[in-house]
């Protein structure tokens, strides 16, 4: 029998094409995603948390005529808890996470691993879920009541979310040992895993981090439209008829652009068909559109989508008076137009003024943290970071050689305030700290807050001083940080790099430029530099090589790999192998080091561009 799942409800009100996409089996990118497998990795954990929150249940497990079945024996009894009970009405068919009938009145619980703040929650009212990031999240939810209702037409439902509380703190340290998971099935288009709980539940359940939230008033809200879709989505199934969704700049984000084992086309060009690839006049590729930086802020009147009707899909079709602001200023840095516009790298003059004002030493500085919705450690919040480690490259003077420090943990404890006093003990309050992006700055002003409202605060009086220096909390405060980032957008552009400034896009692009034998010195010290016959230099962080002994095979050259290396690190199968762990910590090392690096090539090569 054709059903429609709730994930494919979901999927269908992102775009009504892709549901024919998921169920002709076509590949879709997500499914090769490690971060979203890292973000589905906590999502096991809380699913299982809350499932040991109502130790009466009975999970519903086997194939799907089975568990339909059972289910349905299952809530003939007057009162009853079910874990993933199956609920079929005609063609829709969902499971739900857990379920609690008592006698004619039900709690349907969706359970997420999403990110949720009561004390947020209670300051904004009913204004909290009216922000966008949570539509699908309660459209999900909508359809779920939509068929046990259809079900069971005369009873009482309340919906809920079940979501980790960052407003609330674990009083149970190491919580997160007693989730172990294990993947039962990996297969590109499917990935089950079991949790085994090792610890106490009775603890778990009478210091919960996890928040039942009611959600009735937003699934009214929501119920009319959900129906009407829901029903154009099973008209479309049951005729094999696909939505065309018309293509549109839209399609940028589009998971569908694999293709499969004998090369037939993704779900992208069946839908773009030869406006998947832009041409020019004489037949040669072009860049496409769907390239162009800050794209959906840049359709006016929906003036790109308009163009991509004509079929018109390169770059070069755009009008350039898209790129500029009715004053006459271009628009985010220039950095579209320059796309579009320009062939060759080039440093704006306005850099060299910067570099007049810079206090050396330079500290090219990196940090990397984890974060899982079960806290590490009693005392923290759900989501809260643990810095675990950082790399620096120091330039004590303008032309000196760098010199590397590092530090990183690998002791199960909460890090924290050790990662902040080892940088207080190499950059004091001399120098500039280079980063690239916020997110450093960021970290900084979470740990200075956190150590001002902590009980013992006159403790770290040294290193709130030295943080009230060196961080900006606003616009307004001044700060020893400058985000490279930032530069890289407002000074430096680099055809290769496709109007992106992200660290991994911008260093190919300046290897791919760059003469300098010192970044080649650099780089081979590392063993990480590696040219063609025609001088092509590969990406540094190709070359981190793998590292694969036991049941492991992992290459950290990512933050995400960083993150799941850590967490594997301290609580995986082999924490107490210590030379699983030793690798671990070597391949953490090398790719933060390489990121540090990273950024004091692009410097190089900046100065060098400027004759500094």
């Excluded at 497998?37 to 906590?42: A, Q, R």
């Excluded at 808890?81 to 005609?90: D, G, H, K, S, Y």
């Excluded at 039962?184 to 288009?189: A, D, G, K, L, S």
């Amino acid at each position: 029998m054709t059903y429609l799942s709730k994930s494919e409800f979901k999927l269908a009100m992102s775009c009504p094409t892709k549901l024919a996409y998921k169920k002709a089996g076509l590949k879709s990118s997500t499914e090769f995603d490690p971060y979203m497998n890292y973000l589905s990795d906590g999502g096991y954990m809380v699913g299982k948390m809350a499932q040991l929150y109502y130790p009466e249940g009975i999970e519903i497990k086997g194939n799907t005529e089975h568990c339909i079945a059972q289910t349905a024996e299952e809530l003939l009894k007057d009162k009853v808890v079910l874990f993933e009970p199956a609920i079929q009405v005609n063609n829709k068919l969902v499971r739900i996470d857990i379920l609690v009938k008592n006698g004619n009145q039900f709690q349907l619980i969706e359970v997420k691993s999403k990110s949720y703040s009561s004390e947020e929650h209670a300051e904004k009212g009913d204004t909290y879920f009216k922000a966008t990031n949570w539509k699908s999240y309660l459209e999900d939810v909508t359809y779920q009541q939509y068929v046990l209702q259809d079900q069971f037409p005369e009873a009482k439902i309340d919906a809920f979310l079940l979501m980790p509380d960052k407003s609330i703190k674990s009083e149970i340290d190491e919580m997160i040992n007693w989730f172990h998971l294990t993947n039962i099935q990996h297969t590109p288009n499917f990935r089950e895993v079991e949790v085994h709980f090792t610890g106490d539940a009775e603890k778990l359940r009478a210091h919960p981090i996890l928040k039942l939230v009611s959600v009735n008033k937003e699934v009214a809200g929501l119920m009319p439209n959900v129906i009407k879709n829901a029903s154009v989505f099973i008209d479309s199934l049951l005729s094999k008829t696909p939505i065309i969704t018309p293509i549109s700049i839209k399609c940028k984000s589009c998971n569908y652009t694999i293709r499969d084992e004998n090369n037939s086309r993704s779900g992208f060009e069946k839908c773009w068909g030869d406006l998947a690839i832009a041409k020019d006049e004489n037949g040669n590729e072009v860049p496409h559109i769907l390239t162009l930086g800050q794209l959906g802020n840049l359709n006016p009147n929906n003036c790109l989508n308009e163009l991509i009707e004509e079929g018109k899909v390169a770059i070069a079709d755009i009008p350039v008076e898209v790129f500029y602001k009715p004053t006459g200023e271009v628009k985010y840095n220039g950095r579209p137009m320059y796309q579009a516009t320009q062939n060759t790298e080039f440093l704006k003059p306005e850099f060299t003024e910067l570099l007049t004002g810079l206090q050396y030493p330079l500290y090219f500085l990196d940090f990397e943290t984890s974060q899982m919705a079960i806290p590490f450690h009693a005392g923290m919040k759900p989501y809260d970071k643990v810095m675990f480690q950082w790399s620096c490259h120091v330039i004590q003077s303008p032309g000196a050689e760098p010199v590397h420090h590092e530090w990183i943990n690998t002791s199960d404890f909460y890090p924290n305030k050790l990662f902040i006093q080892s940088l207080y003990d190499l950059i004091g309050y001399n120098g500039t700290i280079m980063s690239w992006s916020n997110y450093e700055n960021t970290q900084l002003k979470t740990m200075l807050n956190l150590f001002e409202a902590a009980p013992d605060a006159h403790t770290h009086t040294e290193l709130i001083n030295w943080l009230n220096v060196i961080c900006k909390r606003d616009k307004l405060d001044s700060t020893n940080i400058v985000d490279m980032n930032d530069l890289a957008i407002k000074y430096y552009f680099h055809p290769l790099m496709k109007g992106q400034t992200s660290i991994k896009v911008t260093l190919p692009a300046v290897l791919a430029a760059t003469n300098s034998s010192r970044i080649k010195n650099w780089l081979s010290a590392e063993k990480l530099w590696l040219a063609d016959e025609q001088g092509k230099i590969a990406n540094p962080y190709n070359l981190l090589p793998y590292f694969e002994m036991y049941n492991k095979s992992e290459n950290v050259k990512d933050g995400t790999g960083a993150m799941r290396a850590y967490q594997d690190m301290l609580y995986g199968a082999d924490a107490r192998n210590q030379t699983v762990k030793q690798e671990y910590k070597n391949a953490l090392l090398r790719y933060c080091k390489l990121d540090t690096l990273a950024m004091l090539i692009i410097w190089e090569h900046w100065c060098d561009m400027s004759g500094m």
